[in-house]
């Protein structure tokens, strides 16, 4: 009998080293590991997921911070997604919108501006917003100007958010792992806001990056110089070319 009682409880806590291990495995934060309650059936739950945009256009010509923008307002550094340490993520999380406003510094007319941290991706119809990837819910709640709010931890040090959201799916709560892709609110203009919009920021290892030209390639290369001259060269020493 004694034999049999070892026997369980060896049993028993072996399952429990895999249980642990299988969490472990999956990469999913301890931290987030809690209790979640039963959804409720709502419209995020048979929306259909992110659609892919290939191009991204400016909203208007005159913002200060949109980047290089082509002769058909089109962003030209856009691509739909972006590569980062925890793998790809979308630029353009929306249903469909334009860029208003882009990352850095924006100015105004009238002197003076601020440092804006994320690409302000608009449309006044509004529509849904996207999982830019696969990760876990940090919140999902209301954050003071960003109004309605929603972080997603995506693993080894990025995050993305996502911010003046009309409404967030109930059934989102922090600890959820999400799906790329997956539906989880509406755009609005919640908080200081002027316009329905997406406030759509991107940090890698606690900095804030531009979601429109991270992990773009460099645009220009250049070759090292291997002579100088101190003084312009003389046309009548150059060669005559070669007829």
């Not at 949109?66 to 999380?93: D, F, H, K, V, W």
């Not at 709010?149 to 693993?155: P, Q």
């Amino acid at each position: 009998m004694r034999r049999i009682a070892f026997s369980l409880i060896a049993a028993l806590a072996l399952a429990g080293c895999a249980s642990v291990e299988d969490s472990v495995l999956r990469g999913q934060p301890q931290a987030y590991a809690q209790p979640r309650p039963a959804p409720t059936p709502n419209i995020y739950m048979s929306a259909l997921r992110a659609p892919l945009h290939s191009e991204l256009f400016a909203c208007n010509t005159w913002g200060s911070n949109l980047g290089l923008i082509g002769q058909r307002g089109e962003a030209t550094n856009y691509t739909p997604y972006m590569e980062t340490p925890a793998g790809s993520l979308l630029r353009n999380p929306t249903e469909g919108a334009c860029m208003s406003s882009g990352f850095g510094w924006r100015g105004v007319a009238s002197g003076g501006g601020r440092q804006h941290s994320g690409v302000d991706l608009a449309n006044p119809n509004g529509g849904y917003v996207y999982a830019a990837g696969e990760g876990w819910i940090v919140s999902a709640d209301w954050r003071s100007g960003f109004g309605n709010f929603i972080e997603i931890d995506h693993g080894r040090g990025v995050r993305t958010r996502y911010a003046h959201l009309a409404e967030i799916d109930p059934n989102l709560h922090p600890g959820d792992r999400i799906a790329a892709g997956t539906p989880m609110g509406r755009m609005g203009m919640t908080g200081n806001a002027t316009g329905v919009h997406l406030h759509y920021e991107v940090m890698v290892d606690g900095l804030l990056v531009d979601p429109l030209n991270y992990g773009l390639p460099p645009q220009y290369q250049t070759t090292p110089v291997t002579q100088t001259f101190d003084e312009p060269i003389a046309m009548e020493s150059l060669p005559d070319p070669v007829q």
